[in-house]
C-alpha cells in the first residue's frame, strides 16, 4: 500500500485481500468516507471505482458553470475540519490559498471542486481505478467479485450514484437526434444551424440554453427551445433559514416522519435544492437582452415554462415535434419543433445488480433499501456486518442525500459505526423543528451511545 507522499497502487495479490470496509464506487460520497477514514489505519479499506480515473460530470462541465453549494461542503470539513483532504488543504498544497481568496469567488468554479476531488482522489492510496464490481455474497463476510479479483470485507459501502434518465417516449428518436445532457459536451459542437430544444427547467438545463445562445455566430444553432414543467425559471433557495434543511437535526426529524409526509415535504422543497441559480438566470436574462436588442440577433430563443412534454413524433421531411401539454390551460395542446432535443432531465438511482445475491435479506422502503441512522441497510444479517448506501435513500433521507450538503456528515456516521466513535454532534438549527419527545432524539442515538461506550471499555 502507498504512503501519501510516495504514491503506489495497491498490488493485487493472488490469495484474497481482507478489508474492514469495502467500497464499491468513487464519487464524492465514498471519496467524502474514504477520505475520513484515511488517517484511521485500524480501519483497513479499500474503494473501486470503475472509471479509469476520477471524473465528476465531466461531459457536462460547461465552462463557467459553478458549485451550487458552499465550499465548506466539501468531502470532509463539515464533520472533521482537521482532515487532510478539505478543500482549503487542496488549495494550500497547490500553493495558491491566497490567489483564490483574493479572486473572490462569488461561487466555487465546478471545474475547480472537480479538480480538488480528483487530487483528493488520487492521493488516496485506498481508492483504485478502472476495477468494476460484479458480484456480491454473503457468509461470514461480504465476498466481491470485481472484473479483476476476489476480495472479502467485513462491511461494504455502495456509492454508485445515478444514471441519466430520459422519458420512455424519447426512444423512438434515432441517437444522433437527441442526447442526454450528461453528453452535452461530447455533442454540442454539432449544433451549429440546427432548431434545439432543451427539456427541463433546472440548473443543467439553464446551463446549456446559456451556452448555445451564446455561441459565436458560427456555432450558433439556429433556435434555441428551452421547456420547463414549472411555471418559471425558478432560483434555487439559497436562503438562511432553508438552509437550516440541510443540517443533520432535521435530516434526523425528516427520517422520523411517516412516508406519505416525507414525500410532500421533498416535493415542496424541491427548489432548495434544484432551482437555478441567481447567477445564471441573471447571465441568461442579459443575454437575452443583448441578443434580442444590442445585437439585434434575429435567431429565436424560445422561453416555454409551465408546459410537460408529453411525447415526441417525427415531422415529416423536417425533425422531430415535441408535444406539450399546458399546465394551465390543460386543453391546450402545443408542439415546438426541433431537429435535436437535449433531455435535461436528470437521473435515477444507479441500478445495483451486483447486490441481486443478498438482495432479499434487505428490509424495504418502497424502492429503496431500509437504513438504520448510520446508514446501514437493516437486514436478516449480523449486526456487527453492515451494507452501508450513500445516495440512494431520497426518499428516507430527502433531498441532502442527493447532494453535497450533508456528505461529509453522512460519511462521518459511516465512520462512527465502524469505529464506535461518533463526531461530536453542532449545535442544532435555531428553528424547533418539533417539540414532540419521539422527535427530539433522532431514533438510535441510545443505542449508539452504548454501542460507543462498549468500544471504549474494550
Ligand atoms: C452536473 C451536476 C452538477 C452537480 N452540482 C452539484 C452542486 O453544485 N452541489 C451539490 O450539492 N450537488 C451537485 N450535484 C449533485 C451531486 O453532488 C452529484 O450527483 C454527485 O456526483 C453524487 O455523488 P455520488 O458519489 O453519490 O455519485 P456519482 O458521482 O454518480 O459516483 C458514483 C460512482 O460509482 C461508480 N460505479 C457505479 N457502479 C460501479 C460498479 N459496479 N463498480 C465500481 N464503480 C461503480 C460510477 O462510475 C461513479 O463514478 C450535481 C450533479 C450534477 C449531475
Same mark, same amino acid.
Given at each position: 500500500?502507498?504512503? $501519501?507522499?510516495?504514491?503506489?497502487?495497491?498490488?493485487?495479490?493472488?490469495?484474497?485481500?481482507?478489508? +474492514?470496509?469495502?467500497?464499491?464506487? /468513487?464519487?464524492?460520497?465514498?471519496?467524502?468516507?474514504?477520505?475520513?477514514?484515511?488517517?484511521?489505519?485500524?480501519?483497513?479499506?479499500?474503494?473501486?471505482?470503475?472509471? &479509469?480515473?476520477?471524473?465528476?460530470?465531466?461531459?457536462?462541465?460547461?465552462?463557467?458553470?459553478?458549485?451550487?453549494?458552499?465550499?465548506?461542503?466539501?468531502? @470532509?470539513?463539515?464533520?472533521?475540519? +482537521?482532515?487532510?483532504?478539505?478543500?482549503?488543504?487542496?488549495?494550500?498544497?497547490?500553493?495558491?490559498?491566497?490567489?483564490?481568496?483574493?479572486?473572490?469567488?462569488?461561487?466555487?468554479?465546478?471545474?475547480?471542486? =472537480?479538480?480538488?476531488?480528483?487530487?483528493? /482522489? &488520487?492521493?488516496?492510496?485506498?481508492?483504485?481505478?478502472?476495477?468494476?464490481?460484479?458480484?456480491?455474497?454473503?457468509?461470514?463476510?461480504?465476498?466481491?467479485? +470485481?472484473?479483476?479479483?476476489?476480495?472479502?470485507?467485513?462491511?461494504?459501502?455502495?456509492?454508485?450514484?445515478? !444514471?441519466?434518465?430520459?422519458?420512455?417516449?424519447?426512444?423512438?428518436?434515432?441517437?444522433?437526434?437527441?442526447?442526454?445532457?450528461?453528453?452535452?459536451?461530447?455533442?454540442?459542437?454539432?449544433? %451549429?444551424? &440546427?432548431? $434545439?430544444?432543451? $427539456?427541463?427547467?433546472? !440548473?443543467?438545463?439553464?446551463?446549456?440554453?446559456?451556452?448555445?445562445?451564446?455561441?459565436?455566430?458560427?456555432?450558433?444553432?439556429?433556435?434555441?427551445?428551452?421547456?420547463?414543467?414549472?411555471?418559471?425559471?425558478?432560483?434555487?433557495?439559497?436562503?438562511?433559514?432553508?438552509?437550516?434543511?440541510?443540517?443533520?437535526?432535521?435530516?434526523?426529524?425528516?427520517?422520523?416522519?411517516?412516508?406519505? @409526509?416525507?414525500?410532500?415535504?421533498?416535493?415542496?422543497?424541491?427548489?432548495?435544492?434544484?432551482?437555478?441559480? *441567481?447567477?445564471?438566470?441573471?447571465?441568461?436574462?442579459?443575454?437575452?437582452?443583448?441578443?434580442?436588442?444590442?445585437?439585434?440577433? +434575429?435567431?429565436?430563443?424560445?422561453?416555454?415554462?409551465?408546459?410537460?412534454?408529453?411525447?415526441?413524433?417525427?415531422?415529416?421531411? =423536417?425533425?422531430?415535434?415535441?408535444?406539450?401539454?399546458?399546465?394551465?390551460?390543460?386543453?391546450?395542446?402545443?408542439?415546438?419543433?426541433?431537429?435535436? $432535443?437535449?433531455? %435535461?432531465? #436528470?437521473?435515477?438511482?444507479?441500478?445495483?445488480?451486483?447486490?441481486?445475491?443478498?438482495?432479499?435479506?434487505?428490509?424495504?422502503?418502497?424502492?429503496?433499501?431500509?437504513?438504520? *441512522?448510520?446508514?446501514?441497510?437493516?437486514?436478516?444479517?449480523? /449486526?456487527?456486518?453492515?451494507?452501508? @448506501?450513500?445516495?440512494?435513500?431520497?426518499?428516507? =433521507? #430527502?433531498?441532502?442525500?442527493?447532494?453535497?450538503?450533508?456528505?461529509?456528515?453522512? %460519511?462521518?456516521?459511516?465512520?462512527?459505526?465502524?469505529?464506535? !466513535?461518533?463526531?461530536?454532534?453542532?449545535?442544532?438549527?435555531?428553528?424547533?423543528?418539533?417539540?414532540?419527545?419521539?422527535?427530539?432524539?433522532?431514533? #438510535?442515538?441510545?443505542?449508539?451511545? %452504548?454501542?460507543?461506550?462498549?468500544?471504549?471499555?474494550?
Amino acid at each position: 500500500m502507498k504512503t $501519501v507522499n510516495n504514491y503506489k497502487r495497491p498490488v493485487i495479490k493472488k490469495s484474497l485481500e481482507h478489508y +474492514t470496509l469495502f467500497g464499491i464506487g /468513487a464519487g464524492p460520497a465514498n471519496l467524502s468516507l474514504a477520505s475520513l477514514l484515511h488517517p484511521k489505519t485500524a480501519i483497513s479499506n479499500l474503494f473501486v471505482e470503475q472509471k &479509469k480515473s476520477f471524473t465528476w460530470h465531466d461531459d457536462q462541465l460547461i465552462d463557467g458553470a459553478t458549485l451550487q453549494v458552499s465550499l465548506f461542503k466539501d468531502l @470532509v470539513t463539515l464533520s472533521d475540519p +482537521t482532515n487532510p483532504f478539505s478543500f482549503l488543504a487542496y488549495l494550500h498544497e497547490k500553493g495558491r490559498i491566497y490567489h483564490f481568496l483574493n479572486a473572490q469567488f462569488d461561487e466555487v468554479p465546478r471545474r475547480e471542486f =472537480r479538480n480538488y476531488m480528483a487530487w483528493a /482522489a &488520487k492521493k488516496n492510496p485506498n481508492v483504485t481505478f478502472a476495477e468494476r464490481v460484479l458480484e456480491v455474497e454473503f457468509d461470514t463476510v461480504f465476498r466481491i467479485r +470485481t472484473d479483476r479479483r476476489e476480495i472479502t470485507a467485513d462491511n461494504i459501502s455502495v456509492g454508485v450514484g445515478t !444514471q441519466p434518465w430520459v422519458p420512455e417516449f424519447a426512444r423512438c428518436m434515432p441517437a444522433q437526434d437527441h442526447f442526454h445532457i450528461s453528453q452535452y459536451m461530447l455533442r454540442n459542437d454539432s449544433l %451549429a444551424g &440546427k432548431r $434545439v430544444a432543451i $427539456v427541463g427547467g433546472g !440548473q443543467s438545463g439553464a446551463e446549456v440554453f446559456l451556452d448555445l445562445i451564446s455561441k459565436p455566430h458560427a456555432s450558433k444553432p439556429a433556435q434555441v427551445n428551452w421547456i420547463s414543467r414549472r411555471r418559471n425559471y425558478f432560483p434555487i433557495d439559497n436562503s438562511t433559514f432553508t438552509n437550516d434543511f440541510y443540517m443533520p437535526c432535521y435530516s434526523n426529524y425528516s427520517s422520523a416522519l411517516p412516508s406519505a @409526509v416525507r414525500e410532500q415535504t421533498t416535493s415542496a422543497h424541491l427548489l432548495t435544492s434544484d432551482g437555478i441559480s *441567481e447567477s445564471t438566470l441573471k447571465a441568461i436574462y442579459q443575454k437575452l437582452y443583448y441578443c434580442r436588442f444590442v445585437d439585434e440577433d +434575429t435567431r429565436h430563443f424560445g422561453l416555454f415554462p409551465n408546459r410537460c412534454v408529453t411525447g415526441v413524433v417525427p415531422n415529416p421531411g =423536417r425533425g422531430w415535434k415535441l408535444e406539450t401539454e399546458h399546465n394551465d390551460l390543460t386543453h391546450i395542446r402545443e408542439s415546438i419543433n426541433a431537429d435535436v $432535443v437535449i433531455w %435535461a432531465t #436528470g437521473f435515477k438511482p444507479a441500478p445495483k445488480q451486483f447486490l441481486d445475491g443478498i438482495a432479499h435479506r434487505f428490509k424495504r422502503e418502497n424502492a429503496e433499501y431500509l437504513v438504520d *441512522e448510520d446508514f446501514a441497510v437493516q437486514w436478516d444479517g449480523p /449486526a456487527d456486518r453492515a451494507v452501508f @448506501v450513500q445516495n440512494g435513500v431520497r426518499g428516507q =433521507r #430527502g433531498l441532502p442525500d442527493v447532494n453535497l450538503s450533508l456528505n461529509a456528515w453522512r %460519511a462521518q456516521r459511516i465512520v462512527g459505526r465502524l469505529t464506535g !466513535q461518533y463526531a461530536a454532534p453542532q449545535g442544532c438549527s435555531f428553528i424547533d423543528w418539533t417539540r414532540q419527545q419521539p422527535f427530539l432524539q433522532p431514533a #438510535g442515538q441510545v443505542e449508539r451511545k %452504548a454501542r460507543a461506550l462498549k468500544a471504549a471499555l474494550k
